[in-house]
């Protein structure tokens, strides 16, 4: 289900990341930018109510009325293990990647909280949470084979449903947050500042507003003292 879901999500983003780069016109003069975040919450939303739900409601239910499947084949650990490797091999370069993008004096998780990109991070926390939703897969399964207790499968489908319900909503909120207008970081609404202030004919700079109107773009205005 997550695998199914996960697609389809990546659908969205791309569908996002193709309006974002429309030009500006008339009826957009800030251009197409929040398109991103618009279907990056569309999809967010499809993590947490398919992913997480679907899961959820078939892992109650085998805690409740036992589980489907009681033998687990060489088949079953051969899907985790293919799992495991694919969306490890995303996530090691992703990571990569980001790693080679932050700032020097930036640590990682720091540079993460402040992303604004939410397809690489919808990327980044999908495949995490899937690398981690196989561990808990394998441990249940491994503990259910060991001990011909099927309640330990059905655990790690609750913990897996959990999950994927605690990254739908960190990326509902990211998406949301960027969609109402976040204000653009200081240090950079500081050097614009500085170079206002930096020409002769200008005396002073105020009531200033900015916001992000895309991953690499934003909006600044202010009142200028000639």
């Excluded at 980001?98 to 991070?121: G, H, S, V, W």
């Excluded at 491994?142 to 489908?157: E, K, N, R």
């Amino acid at each position: 289900v997550h695998s199914v879901v996960d697609c389809g999500n990546q659908s969205l983003l791309l569908l996002g990341l193709r309006d974002s780069g429309n030009v500006a016109d008339r009826s957009h003069p800030y251009g197409y930018g929040k398109s991103v975040y618009f279907w990056a919450l569309v999809s967010a939303l499809g993590t947490f109510f398919l992913g997480a739900g679907v899961s959820m409601t078939h892992a109650v239910g085998n805690l409740i009325e036992g589980p489907s499947v009681q033998d687990f084949s060489w088949q079953v650990w051969g899907v985790l293990g293919v799992s495991f490797a694919i969306d490890g091999w995303v996530l090691g370069k992703t990571v990569h990647e980001l790693r080679q993008e932050m700032p020097k004096n930036a640590t990682f998780i720091k540079y993460i909280q402040n992303m604004r990109d939410p397809a690489t991070l919808a990327i980044l926390l999908e495949d995490g949470a899937a690398c981690l939703g196989i561990v808990l897969a394998i441990a249940g399964i491994g503990a259910t084979q060991a001990t011909g207790m099927p309640v330990f499968d059905s655990l790690a489908g609750v913990g897996i449903s959990a999950l994927l319900g605690a990254m739908g909503l960190i990326l509902v909120r990211v998406n949301h947050r960027f969609l109402l207008g976040s204000a653009v970081d200081s240090e950079i609404t500081e050097g614009i500042n500085k170079i206002l202030v930096s020409q002769r004919s200008i005396d002073g700079v105020h009531s200033i507003q900015s916001q992000w109107t895309g991953p690499e773009t934003f909006s600044y205005e202010a009142e200028v003292d000639f």
